[in-house]
């Protein structure tokens, strides 16, 4: 063997890469930076992470893939809140309502995410997977390496099961990190008109079938008026609880009906919108580590006034996470960095929290514990950014800023 190969064979880590400012998220406060940084991975997994001076060894005798880049580092950024798998657009929906309809109202008309349903029902597997790969692609593209996808757009059996089989092959075809949620209790299908408890029965029967193909990571519900009322999610979390699934829910986004503090009750991973929750809602959050998502891509295009209660999430210590909310109704949201700059100009949140909102917060709200933190042991997913600051990733609106994107140690986009 020559002594280069021996030396290829010895080399400990798959990758890394030298240069960048470290945004690393490993401490309470502050990005925890690190300036002239070095990442190295092996087996999709991190194993440096650390300035550059501080490596243990010449970085051509550590890796077989030593990379040379300048910007920011942050972790892979995690959407913990999507429907991106769904079919048709609701763009004349869009024109509507700036000619004055409600989304309540086109939702009672028959529209809204019963125009989804049906188009859901019209297509195929293949065809659904087809049209939802490019959002999937466009979240990557921008920086995001783990993603949420919930059903809710099929509402009978076959159909919620399309659309779980379609999530999970959008995480094996892009090689990111996909967590499913089942959102059947999301809509009333016109076949159950005015049954809807009857409705709950069969989606709670539903559940174990789907949990049993391994389709099933989470359960969600839209508590709300034109959703279900507490008691029939109450029985959706039941049904979720007796298979140990974890629990979130669509909460208080249009009024309170108490949907934040029944999530936390079920000591529930998070409760998303939560614009209308009320103080002792939040103090139920922050004693259960409920999880606030704000999802400012739907209060944007519903152009909505009402803000969630964010100094009382700070006050009562609730981490604050930030997703994209993609649908084809509230929220055609292509960019979850793009949510991080609305969630900034729309929730005031600061920069800094705003990318933990989409990191480490969000990981949290999917019950990961492992990652939105660059940290050795971590999955070796980050972002290389070009920009001189981290401050720059709520500034930009659009730009394609992402210069490298890696999950599991691989580049993604
Ligand atoms: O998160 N609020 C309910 N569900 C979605 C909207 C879905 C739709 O309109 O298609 C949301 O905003
Ligand atoms: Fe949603």
Do not use: I, M
């Given at each position: 063997m020559t002594d280069t190969a021996t030396l290829a064979s010895t080399r400990p880590w798959d990758g890394l890469i030298l240069g960048a400012a470290l945004?690393?998220?490993?401490?309470?406060?502050?990005?925890a930076e690190i300036t002239d940084g070095a990442l190295g991975w092996r087996d999709g997994v991190l194993t440096f992470v650390g300035?550059?001076?501080?490596?243990?060894?010449a970085p051509s005798r550590l890796a077989r893939e030593v990379i040379e880049a300048s910007g920011w580092i942050t972790p892979g950024l995690v959407d913990?809140?999507?429907?991106?798998?769904?079919?048709?657009?609701r763009a004349r929906e869009f024109e509507m309502r700036l000619q004055g309809a409600s989304y309540e109202a086109i939702a009672r008309a028959g529209g809204g995410i019963l125009s989804t349903v049906r188009a859901i029902r019209e297509a195929g597997e293949d065809e659904l997977l087809r049209q939802s790969l490019p959002r999937a692609r466009a979240l990557l593209a921008d920086g995001a390496t783990t993603l949420e996808i919930k059903s809710?757009?099929?509402?009978d059996f076959d159909n919620e099961r399309k659309m779980l089989r379609v999530a999970r092959r959008v995480g094996e075809v892009l090689g990111v990190t996909v967590r499913t949620t089942y959102l059947a209790a999301h809509a009333l299908p016109p076949e159950y008109n005015d049954r809807a408890d009857d409705y709950i029965d069969a989606a709670c029967e539903w559940l174990p079938r789907l949990h049993a193909e391994g389709l099933v990571d989470a359960v969600d519900a839209f508590c709300e008026g034109i959703g279900f009322s507490p008691a029939q999610t109450r029985r959706m979390f039941d049904a979720a609880r007796a298979l140990g699934l974890p629990v979130k829910l669509h909460a208080?986004?249009?009024?309170?009906?108490?949907g934040a503090a029944l999530a936390a009750e079920f000591d529930g991973l998070s409760a998303d919108?939560?614009?209308?929750?009320s103080d002792d809602s939040v103090r139920a959050m922050a004693a259960h580590g409920t999880v606030a998502v704000l999802l400012p891509g739907a209060f944007h295009v519903l152009r909505e006034t009402r803000l969630p209660p964010l100094e009382a999430f700070r006050a009562h210590g609730v981490p604050m996470a930030v997703a994209t909310?993609?649908?084809?109704?509230t929220s055609p949201l292509l960019s979850l960095r793009q949510a991080m700059q609305l969630s900034c100009t729309h929730?005031?949140?600061?920069p800094e929290e705003a990318l933990r909102g989409a990191t480490v917060h969000a990981a949290r709200a999917l019950g990961?514990?492992?990652?939105g933190v660059l940290r050795v042991?971590?999955?070796a997913d980050f972002v290389q950014w070009?920009?001189?600051?981290?401050?720059e990733l709520c500034y930009w609106?659009?730009?394609?800023?992402?210069r490298g994107v890696y999950a599991g140690g691989c580049r993604v986009a």
């Open positions: 945004a690393t998220l490993d401490d309470d406060t502050g990005y300035p550059r001076d501080a490596l243990p060894d913990c809140h999507t429907h991106l798998v769904f079919a048709g657009d809710g757009y099929g509402l208080d986004q249009l009024s309170d009906l108490g919108h939560v614009e209308h929750t909310d993609c649908n084809p109704g929730f005031r949140l600061t990961l514990a492992d990652r042991g971590a999955p070009q920009v001189g600051h981290p401050a609106l659009g730009g394609g800023l992402a």
